[in-house]
């Protein structure tokens, strides 16, 4: 076993995915800040804030920098944050006369922040490719086995008998209602944040609004009306959105467990668990994960929802919790996503007599 089952040797198998972990490792991160304090540099002297040589200056440099992680994760656990000691180093490294420019007006928050909102785009990139195969492995089981019977059953006892097809809706109505929210969701979540010290940008006088259109607009994000430090409702609604997939799958998961059962047999899988001690058993190990994976993000989202509550203009406690929760969630729901796509994969008859 491991502490976190995201990067463990042998969990990460099971419940990890190397497609989302990667958009989290810290050589990421740290890239992806980098590339939004030169996109900050460049939009501030588009806007006359600073020289447009200190920013081509502060760009040329970047290219070559390697930050010094040991240093980096030290100050973090003196300053709280990483943004600290890596702009020491990026001005350290760019010089004089040029390196006072780097971060100029932003604040650790608007960097960290919008470094989410680019990883969390490239995860709902992940996401909605998969949801669309998962509504294909469904839709090819409503094709092939639909109007074989299946017995309906209601607090876990026989009722009427219904079809196959009739299952295979209620799993598959959740799955593509996630997907057409994420149209709704998009334009307010992945937007840029940006409001220097306490929300008002208050270094930059009257260009403010200017210097956040041009980095908004370099980044390919949103631009909103306020900074969103403390205001983070849409975040939560994110993981909302994610324990509402990983419910779903949980769904279809649970349920494929029971037809599973041997007393009911009404669905066969292909590449089943196999047990150390009952070499006749096959376990529908992916089908339990979804499981797992559906509590875990619930629990999880509790959580979230308890790092909204911030203290004026911003949080030190609130903030970490989110960091310690939602990454784990994105992972969780990418890997669910993929556990359900081949456990699609591996029906092969669900309902009819057999």
């Known amino acids: 076993m491991s502490f976190t089952p995201f990067a463990a040797p042998i969990l990460s198998g099971l419940l990890s995915d190397p497609d989302v972990t990667k958009l989290f490792s810290v050589r990421e991160e740290i890239e992806t800040m980098i590339a939004i304090e030169g996109a900050l540099a460049l939009?501030?002297?588009?806007?006359?804030?600073?020289?447009?040589?200190?920013?081509?200056?502060i760009l040329n440099s970047f290219a070559d920098f390697e930050p010094d992680l040991a240093r980096i994760t030290e100050a973090t656990a003196i300053d709280g944050v990483l943004i600290p000691e890596l702009v020491r180093q990026l001005r350290s490294h760019v010089g004089q006369p040029n390196g006072v420019h780097v971060h100029y007006g932003a604040t650790s928050q608007d960097i960290i922040d919008t470094s989410l909102i680019l990883k969390i785009r490239g995860l709902l990139a992940i996401l909605e490719s998969r949801l669309k195969e998962i509504?294909?492995?469904?839709?090819?089981?409503?094709?092939?086995?639909?109007?074989?019977?299946?017995?309906?059953?209601?607090?876990?006892?026989?009722?009427?008998?219904?079809?196959?097809?009739?299952?295979?809706?209620?799993?598959?109505?959740?799955?593509?209602?996630?997907?057409?929210?994420?149209?709704?969701?998009?334009?307010?979540?992945?937007?840029?944040?940006f409001g220097g010290a306490v929300g008002t940008l208050e270094k930059f006088g009257d260009k403010?609004?200017?210097?956040?259109?041009?980095?908004?607009?370099?980044?390919?994000?949103?631009?909103?009306?306020?900074?969103?430090?403390?205001?983070?409702?849409?975040?939560?609604?994110?993981?909302?959105?994610?324990?509402?997939?990983?419910?779903?799958?949980?769904?279809?998961?649970?349920?494929?467990?029971?037809?599973?059962?041997?007393?009911?047999?009404?669905i066969k899988l292909s590449g089943s668990g196999g047990s150390s001690a009952m070499p006749?058993?096959?376990?529908?190990?992916?089908?339990?994960?979804?499981?797992?994976?559906?509590?875990?993000?619930?629990?999880?989202?509790?959580?979230?929802?308890?790092s909204l509550v911030h203290e004026q203009e911003r949080s030190?406690?609130?903030?970490?919790?989110?960091?310690?929760?939602?990454?784990?969630?994105?992972?969780?729901?990418?890997?669910?996503?993929?556990?359900?796509?081949?456990?699609?994969?591996?029906v092969e008859w669900i309902g009819g007599n057999h």
């Open 43 to 57: 939009a501030e002297a588009r806007a006359g804030v600073i020289p447009k040589e200190a920013a081509q200056a």
């Open 135 to 193: 509504e294909s492995g469904l839709q090819r089981l409503f094709d092939n086995f639909g109007s074989n019977k299946l017995t309906g059953r209601t607090r876990m006892q026989a009722a009427l008998p219904i079809l196959v097809a009739d299952r295979i809706d209620d799993w598959m109505a959740p799955v593509v209602s996630a997907r057409a929210s994420l149209a709704e969701l998009s334009p307010r979540l992945l937007v840029l944040q």
């Open 316 to 346: 030190g406690s609130a903030w970490t919790l989110e960091w310690m929760l939602l990454p784990q969630m994105c992972v969780t729901t990418g890997a669910a996503c993929r556990n359900a796509i081949q456990l699609l994969g591996e």
């Open 280 to 306: 006749h058993k096959q376990n529908p190990v992916k089908a339990e994960v979804l499981v797992a994976q559906a509590r875990f993000n619930a629990t999880l989202l509790s959580g979230v929802h308890q």
């Open 208 to 266: 403010g609004r200017e210097v956040a259109s041009h980095l908004a607009r370099d980044l390919k994000l949103g631009l909103p009306q306020k900074s969103w430090h403390s205001n983070r409702s849409t975040i939560a609604e994110f993981a909302s959105w994610l324990s509402l997939i990983t419910g779903a799958l949980g769904k279809m998961g649970q349920d494929i467990v029971l037809l599973a059962q041997n007393e009911i047999s009404e």
